[in-house]
């Protein structure tokens, strides 16, 4: 099946929480919605999905398979919910999504890209290795400004 990487639409929402869950993305501190809203009102332009487009001569809901949000503050770029259906997860499609956001951050002129992995998911800390990214040796410190509950 072919993939293509569109930008994301409101009608991908469901599917988008979907796959984030089955990814283990979502937190009870997140709402996975408010953070959908809060993108659409910054920078929609760098939420993408991968789908899995169907025979485009008769109606089709295209299939996410893949999502990622990133933003670009004038300073850093930043790369959120990144996530891949488990099953196709070693396909190319993460690989596929991060090269699309580094090309689309370096076009605003973006010097650097940032991502933040929790600690002890040395699977997905490979995947960024892999795509050259390196342990800055910070520590990442959050403050919830506005509550999701």
């Known amino acids: 099946m072919e993939h293509v990487i569109r930008p994301f639409a409101r009608p991908d929402t469901e599917a988008v929480v979907a796959l984030w869950e089955a990814c283990g993305l979502v937190r009870p501190w997140n709402d996975p919605r408010r953070d959908i809203e809060r993108k659409l009102s910054v920078q929609p332009e760098l939420f993408l999905v991968a789908?899995?487009?169907?025979?485009?001569?008769?109606?089709?809901?295209?299939?996410?398979?893949a999502a990622g949000?990133?933003?670009?503050?004038?300073?850093?770029?930043?790369?959120?919910?990144?996530a891949v259906r488990p099953d196709l997860q070693g396909s190319g499609l993460g690989r596929r999504l991060m090269e699309e956001f580094e090309q689309r951050l370096a076009a605003m002129g973006c010097p650097k890209l940032n991502l933040q992995v929790r600690a002890g998911n040395e699977q997905v800390i490979g995947f960024y290795e892999a795509l050259g990214y390196a342990d800055d040796r910070t520590v990442s410190l959050g403050k919830r400004l506005i509550p999701d509950a």
């Open 69 to 82: 949000m990133a933003g670009f503050d004038g300073h850093r770029g930043w790369v959120n919910y990144l």
């Open 51 to 65: 789908v899995e487009a169907g025979d485009r001569s008769v109606e089709t809901v295209d299939r996410v398979v």
